[in-house]
């Protein structure tokens, strides 16, 4: 079965550091992007990034650039989303997603992960 | 960025209804569009992918259409379980962007 199982909850003051994790199992690593996403309370989805493991190439949403950094290890099959210094408007689920293909080109998310909750204090 | 544009925001319904949400693209996405349900507290989860291919395992009431620029998501006869909010995302360029969520609710 595939699996993405999510780092649980976390509560941080603004201004501290932050890396969530998100571990895949059932599948080969190495051969799907995986991609995480953005809900903060109440509101709508936002595509944060995604990372191809086997060779950690990554893309960004302009809207993040700079703010987040994603990361991947490929020994214990693991994606990461950090932050060098959070804000209290991070505070938010944060969720991964495996990227499927099909016919070369169209792709969408499945499976997602449980989510992380994010709370980030001012 | 390609903007995704839903309606309605939020529908009230019966069970057995038909329901028809719809999604609108600032720009041709070709059937580059992907529906989501996500049940309250839970991660969403793909319905249809490619405008109108159904997801393996995903309940024959659910169907999808469009191209270019404007889509639609149908539950034929709307059963208890399907009361969640629904998401249309374009996967035609990046960054893929999401509508703002239907709400679909009793």
């Known amino acids: 079965e595939v699996q993405l199982v999510q780092s649980g909850a976390e509560l941080k003051k603004a201004g501290e550091s932050l890396k969530i994790s998100c571990q895949a199992s059932?599948?080969?690593?190495?051969?799907?992007?995986i991609t995480w996403v953005r809900q903060m309370p109440g509101k709508g989805l936002e595509w944060l990034g995604i990372?191809?493991?086997?060779?950690?190439?990554?893309k960004y949403s302009p809207s993040f650039q700079g703010q987040i950094t994603i990361s991947a290890d490929k020994s214990n099959t693991t994606v990461y989303l950090q932050w060098s210094s959070l804000k209290a408007s991070d505070t938010a689920m944060y969720y991964c997603?495996?990227?499927?293909?099909?016919?070369?080109?169209?792709?969408?998310?499945?499976?997602w992960g449980q989510g992380t909750l994010v709370t980030v204090s001012s | 960025d390609i903007q995704m544009t839903q309606s309605p925001s939020s529908l009230s319904a019966s069970v057995g209804d038909r329901v028809t949400i719809t999604c609108r693209a600032s720009q041709i996405i070709n059937d580059y569009l992907n529906w989501y349900q996500q049940k309250p507290g839970k991660a969403p989860k793909v319905l249809i992918y490619a405008a109108s291919r159904l997801e393996t395992g995903v309940p024959s009431r659910f169907s999808g259409s469009g191209s270019g620029t404007d889509f639609t998501l149908t539950i034929s006869s709307l059963q208890p379980e399907d009361f969640a909010t629904y998401w249309c995302q374009q996967s035609y360029t990046i960054p893929w962007t999401f509508g703002q969520g239907t709400k679909v609710e009793i």
């Open positions: 059932g599948y080969n690593f190495n051969t799907y992007w």
């Open positions: 997603a495996r990227q499927k293909f099909v016919s070369g080109s169209f792709s969408w998310f499945d499976p």
């Open positions: 990372i191809y493991p086997a060779d950690s190439d990554t």
